[in-house]
């Protein structure tokens, strides 16, 4: 009988182990897996133990955390809902269960610690890496349960990241600046520590040596993450006489929502004298004066993307550690004008 497991598990590509756990309807396989593994077994005859209600796979935690608040705070919860939606429909359909956990300026360490606490069947875990230094997420090399980052992405670390393409939707705004006769280009940036805030700066330069632009530092600025924030801070800019381009591309859209305000106030007109471009089609974009251009972000494909990353982690703990990134869509609105 050993044999034939060893067969099916051959045929199957996975381990012994795996054919075990679903030949004796086992949490702890990823549905497709299952389903081949099934499948496999009753070509070769092998009796499968069937059960009379679907197995429960087991309980995935998603924490949600905010280790300073600057991006992680009411204004992106739908945002963040998203990315809980895709998690959440996607572990139903392979019935896990997931279960949600906050944590506001909590010690790194107690959060790695509360992975494996209070949930018997808890399978693994996928984390909002927003606000998560290199060095935190280093620090849950100490959990052995599988784990995913979602909406972070880092190079030389051995895990499992899914995040937005930052390079490809920045050279989308750099590019429909373009089309629209606007080559003096400027940013809008912030100093808080977020690693997608630090790849679009990158993006943003990047794409502009692609195009042959120079980068006019008078027309980088340096804001607050916050809305009031960036709007105080850009208000300040302008009353000490910073020049301004015809175009400029916000890091987010809270930061575009400050910057628009400071500069109405100012007399600045958009788009007629200052284009301006956000970055992930919060629901308010569409409802500014003037409606804001900005990427929207797949955040539920995102969501889903990392569910399902984590399902294969779970199946095969040995499987090589990848980065997912996901491309977003430039959703045009009144906020750029076409340059004569």
């Not at 107690?110 to 996928?126: H, K, W, Y």
């Not at 590019?175 to 808080?192: A, D, K, P, R, Y």
């Amino acid at each position: 009988m050993s044999t034939r497991i060893k067969d099916i598990a051959a045929r199957a590509d996975v381990s012994i182990a795996t054919v075990s756990l679903v030949l004796n309807n086992k949490p702890g396989v990823a549905e497709e897996t299952r389903r081949r593994v099934i499948r496999i077994a009753d070509e070769m005859n092998y009796a499968v133990r069937r059960p009379i209600n679907p197995v429960e796979q087991g309980t995935i935690r998603f924490l949600k955390i905010a280790r300073h608040g600057h991006t992680v705070n009411r204004d992106h919860n739908v945002f963040i809902s998203d990315y809980i939606d895709g998690i959440v429909q996607t572990a139903k359909r392979s019935r896990f269960k997931t279960e949600i956990m906050t944590f506001e300026t909590t010690p790194i360490e107690e959060i790695v610690r509360s992975v494996t606490e209070d949930a018997d069947d808890l399978v693994g875990a996928i984390v909002l890496g927003t606000e998560l230094s290199r060095e935190d997420v280093d620090t849950f090399s100490r959990v052995t349960l599988p784990l995913v980052f979602l909406d972070t992405f880092l190079d030389y670390l051995p895990f499992d990241f899914v995040d937005m393409n930052n390079d490809d939707s920045v050279y989308k705004i750099i590019s429909h600046f373009l089309e629209h006769g606007h080559n003096t280009i400027g940013m809008v940036q912030s100093s808080i520590h977020t690693r997608n805030f630090h790849l679009r700066t990158v993006a943003y330069r990047t794409a502009m040596a692609f195009f042959d632009l120079p980068v006019d530092e008078r027309y980088v600025y340096d804001v607050d993450s916050t809305f009031p924030g960036a709007y105080a801070d850009m208000k300040r800019l302008i009353a000490q006489g910073a020049e301004l381009p015809t175009a400029l591309f916000c890091t987010n859209d809270i930061i575009a929502f400050g910057v628009l305000k400071a500069l109405k106030e100012a007399g600045i007109r958009i788009p007629e004298d200052v284009s301006v471009i956000g970055f992930d089609d919060l629901p308010t974009a569409a409802l500014m004066d003037p409606p804001l251009t900005s990427i929207a972000v797949s955040k539920f494909e995102i969501g889903s993307a990392a569910a399902t990353r984590l399902f294969s982690r779970i199946d095969e703990p040995d499987l090589p550690p990848v980065k997912i990134v996901i491309g977003g869509t430039l959703m045009e609105r009144r906020s750029v004008a076409r340059r004569r």
